[in-house]
């Protein structure tokens, strides 16, 4: 599990105690009432632990090693492959369920050329105008060859919080882990002209594992 999530999961166990400690005072005390809000406060608290237990796992994967790939920054669906604005540059967004694997891995090898957080609204994930959300834009400098790749966590309706834990300067392989998205977000990947996508909406990809882009020269 992902060290992230840890707070989370002793919150959930905190509330679990105190539940069971109203269990046990309601039960001496014979009262209905706080045993039923004893028992209520036992579920919510023990499905909100094994929630998040589940949701910040984060499972050892093998690095790709193939240069000439570029790999999806996380788990989940191709949402759309388009020309989002003026030139070349290609995007694929991704959107990550409260389902997916949270955790960003680099899509290339490369240096971190820049970091920057971008204040914006907090749309649901999964719709076309989440592209103006809250979101961590990182530029890698390509591993030998001199193109730049964007890469994007942006935040959704509930997810308003991002880690990116890289800074500038460092280097990164490709499939690394470099960040997190809390509960629910999107991904985005932006291909320079001297390189393809090689995904569709609809399709299910895999951080650090999936290729979705390839160089052309």
Same mark, same amino acid.
């Given at each position: 599990?992902?060290?992230?999530?840890?707070?989370?999961?002793?919150?959930?166990?905190?509330? +679990?105690?105190?539940? *069971?400690? /109203?269990?046990?005072?309601?039960?001496?005390?014979?009262?209905?009432?706080?045993?039923?809000?004893?028992?209520?406060?036992?579920?919510?608290?023990?499905?909100?632990?094994?929630?998040?237990?589940?949701? =910040?796992?984060?499972?050892?994967? *093998?690095?790709?090693?193939?240069?000439?790939?570029?790999?999806?920054?996380? +788990?989940?669906?191709?949402?759309?492959?388009? %020309?989002?604005?003026?030139?070349?540059?290609?995007? @694929?967004?991704? =959107?990550?369920? /409260?389902?997916?694997?949270?955790?960003? %891995?680099?899509?290339?090898?490369? /240096?971190?050329?820049?970091?920057?957080?971008?204040?914006?609204? =907090? @749309?649901? #994930?999964?719709? +076309?105008? @989440? %592209? @103006?959300?809250?979101?961590?834009?990182?530029?890698?400098?390509?591993?030998?060859?001199?193109?730049?790749?964007?890469?994007?966590?942006?935040?959704?309706?509930?997810?308003?919080?991002?880690?990116?834990?890289?800074?500038?300067?460092?280097?990164?392989?490709?499939?690394? %882990?470099?960040?997190?998205?809390? =509960?629910?977000?999107? #991904? #985005?990947?932006?291909?320079?002209?001297? *390189?393809?996508?090689? /995904?569709?909406?609809?399709?299910?990809?895999?951080?650090?594992?999936?290729?979705?882009?390839?160089?052309?020269?």
């Amino acid at each position: 599990m992902a060290k992230q999530g840890l707070r989370f999961v002793v919150a959930g166990l905190v509330l +679990d105690l105190l539940g *069971s400690a /109203v269990i046990v005072g309601a039960v001496l005390g014979r009262h209905a009432l706080a045993l039923a809000v004893g028992i209520a406060i036992v579920v919510f608290a023990s499905a909100f632990t094994a929630f998040c237990v589940y949701f =910040f796992r984060d499972p050892e994967r *093998s690095l790709p090693t193939d240069l000439k790939k570029i790999y999806s920054p996380g +788990d989940g669906r191709v949402m759309s492959v388009a %020309r989002e604005g003026p030139g070349d540059i290609v995007t @694929a967004r991704i =959107f990550l369920s /409260v389902f997916d694997v949270h955790i960003q %891995r680099a899509p290339c090898a490369g /240096v971190v050329e820049h970091v920057q957080h971008v204040r914006g609204s =907090f @749309a649901a #994930a999964m719709k +076309d105008e @989440a %592209r @103006a959300n809250e979101r961590c834009v990182t530029t890698l400098k390509v591993e030998g060859r001199e193109e730049r790749l964007v890469v994007e966590q942006v935040a959704g309706l509930v997810a308003r919080r991002i880690e990116c834990w890289p800074v500038e300067g460092d280097a990164l392989k490709a499939g690394e %882990r470099y960040g997190i998205i809390y =509960f629910g977000s999107q #991904a #985005a990947v932006h291909f320079p002209a001297s *390189s393809k996508c090689t /995904v569709a909406p609809g399709d299910k990809v895999t951080g650090g594992l999936t290729a979705i882009g390839e160089w052309t020269n």
